[in-house]
């Protein structure tokens, strides 16, 4: 099947109000544009009536697409969910809550079109509240210093990939907030547009003071898997050579004192230099079986998403 020109993927998670909002603002741009274009719209796990309104417009609208989720799953799974069914050449993420301007999508194709391969929004006035913006300030400082990537606002939602680089996108857990990073490593070249950030006009938002917390540490993640996935002996070898040099060093010092006639058997550093050898040796051992599964994670399963129901006419879609 011919790909279309653009898809654009909008999570949901009660957000009733917006949804036909946002779809009606998105189909007037493209229509203007005379261009053909598809809305992809995940629930992830709603409890109101976003689900029902969803599938109304698919009825409707041929090119209003849905996935429900049987619970809320987080936006890294309903990405994935997304950019699976994608068809479009150009793939857009937007937040489904109106903060973001989708008037400003023509924006991110003329960046895209000057040979960037993902555009990534930048909201350098963020109409949120002073304690979430000083937190992301601080999270995009150290991930950007971090992970090489020179963009200010990695957690914005609203996004524009080429389809290649979707399609090299393993997502888990909360780690949707560094595709920049992941299509960077990857070889894509990354840029950011300023987008227009207004305030929340219906519900309210779904993220607490714990998401900065958890952003450092899929921070820690993202930097082993951006730089040691494919050689974990790379990362556990040298340190394990490392604490096994010291405990070795330390031993050697000890074995001259014993040649000298010094007791050494009582002696705590023996201890520690003994200890630091056989950690060594285990930080190598377990380097050496990362290696072995690297090599065999090709033949993994392709993964499947936690539908309950689509809008979709055939039903073709991973189920589990």
């Known amino acids: 099947m011919k790909n279309i020109d653009y898809s654009v993927i909008i999570p949901c998670l009660n957000e009733q109000d917006s949804i036909e909002e946002l779809f009606n603002r998105i189909s007037n741009i493209f229509k203007g544009m005379q261009s053909s274009f598809e809305i992809i719209f995940i629930d992830d796990g709603s409890t109101d009536n976003s689900w029902q309104i969803i599938k109304n417009l698919s009825k409707v609208y041929p090119s209003v697409k849905g996935f429900s989720f049987r619970k809320n799953f987080g936006k890294s799974i309903a990405f994935s969910c997304g950019f699976e069914y994608a068809t479009g050449d150009i793939i857009f993420t937007?937040?489904?809550?109106?903060?973001?301007?989708?008037?400003?999508?023509?924006?991110?194709?003329?960046?895209?079109?000057?040979?960037?391969?993902?555009?990534?929004?930048?909201?350098?006035?963020?109409?949120?509240?002073?304690?979430?913006?000083?937190?992301?300030?601080?999270?995009?400082?150290?991930?950007?210093?971090?992970?090489?990537?020179?963009?200010?606002?990695?957690?914005?939602?609203?996004?524009?990939?080429?389809?290649?680089?979707?399609?090299?996108?393993?997502?888990?857990?909360?780690?949707?907030?560094?595709?920049?990073?992941?299509?960077?490593?990857?070889?894509?070249?990354?840029?950011?547009?300023?987008?227009?950030?207004?305030?929340?006009?219906?519900?309210?938002?779904?993220?607490?003071?714990?998401?900065?917390?958890?952003?450092f540490f899929d921070l820690i993640t993202i930097l082993f898997l951006t730089k040691y996935l494919k050689k974990p002996l790379h990362f556990f070898g040298?340190?394990?050579?490392?604490?096994?040099?010291?405990?070795?060093?330390?031993?050697?010092?000890?074995?001259?004192?014993?040649?000298?006639?010094?007791?050494?058997g009582n002696r705590p550093l023996l201890i520690l230099g003994t200890l630091m050898m056989i950690v060594g040796m285990q930080f190598v051992s377990t380097g050496l079986l990362g290696e072995m599964i690297a090599h065999f994670q090709s033949k993994l399963v392709k993964q499947s998403f936690p539908i309950k129901e689509t809008t979709l006419k055939n039903r073709q879609y991973k189920e589990i």
């Open 238 to 264: 040298t340190l394990g050579i490392l604490i096994f040099m010291t405990g070795l060093i330390i031993n050697v010092y000890l074995s001259i004192l014993w040649l000298n006639g010094n007791v050494i």
């Open 94 to 215: 937007i937040d489904c809550d109106l903060q973001d301007n989708p008037e400003e999508i023509p924006k991110f194709i003329k960046k895209l079109d000057e040979g960037y391969d993902l555009v990534s929004g930048w909201k350098k006035k963020r109409n949120d509240s002073l304690d979430k913006v000083v937190a992301s300030r601080i999270f995009n400082f150290f991930t950007s210093k971090l992970t090489g990537v020179k963009i200010h606002d990695f957690n914005c939602g609203f996004k524009a990939y080429k389809r290649k680089v979707v399609k090299s996108l393993d997502l888990y857990e909360d780690l949707f907030r560094f595709i920049p990073a992941f299509a960077n490593w990857n070889g894509f070249k990354v840029g950011e547009v300023l987008v227009e950030h207004t305030s929340r006009k219906y519900s309210k938002s779904k993220y607490g003071p714990s998401r900065l917390a958890r952003g």
